[in-house]
């Protein structure tokens, strides 16, 4: 969803009403709130019958099923977008916008693992 918003923060399509502080903090707050449900989908994957090991979940390639890699990079994704947007007064803000482009194929990557 947070792949959904942000290009839609700086348009038209949102209600008029909706600042841009607000927009940007909901942003924030869904991008926050995905990358911890991935880590825990991620621990989760841990435990039970099937379970993973921890490199497994961590390692892209590790798994068993390789589609699982696309989960992990998009885990590393969000972890490194998300990062570097909260350094990006130490790494200028062209680069954390550019890094932050990578939200995108991160978005792409988590979408499209099997779990």
Not at 23 to 50: C, E, P, R
Not at 51 to 61: E, F, N, Y
Request: hydrophobic share 55%.
């Amino acid at each position: 969803m947070s792949a959904t918003l942000a290009p839609l923060i700086g348009t038209r399509f949102l209600p008029q009403w909706l600042t841009a502080g607000i927009k940007t903090g909901w942003h924030g707050m869904i991008s926050g709130f995905a990358l911890v449900v991935g880590l825990l989908h991620g621990l989760f994957a841990t435990v039970g019958h099937d379970a993973l090991t921890v490199a497994q979940v961590v390692i892209p390639g590790l798994a068993p099923d390789r589609t699982l890699a696309m989960g992990t990079l998009g885990l590393w994704g969000m972890l490194l977008v998300y990062v570097t947007w909260t350094l990006k007064g130490r790494i200028g803000i062209k680069a954390a916008r550019a890094l932050h482009l990578l939200a995108y194929p991160t978005f792409v990557a988590a979408t499209l693992h099997r779990p």
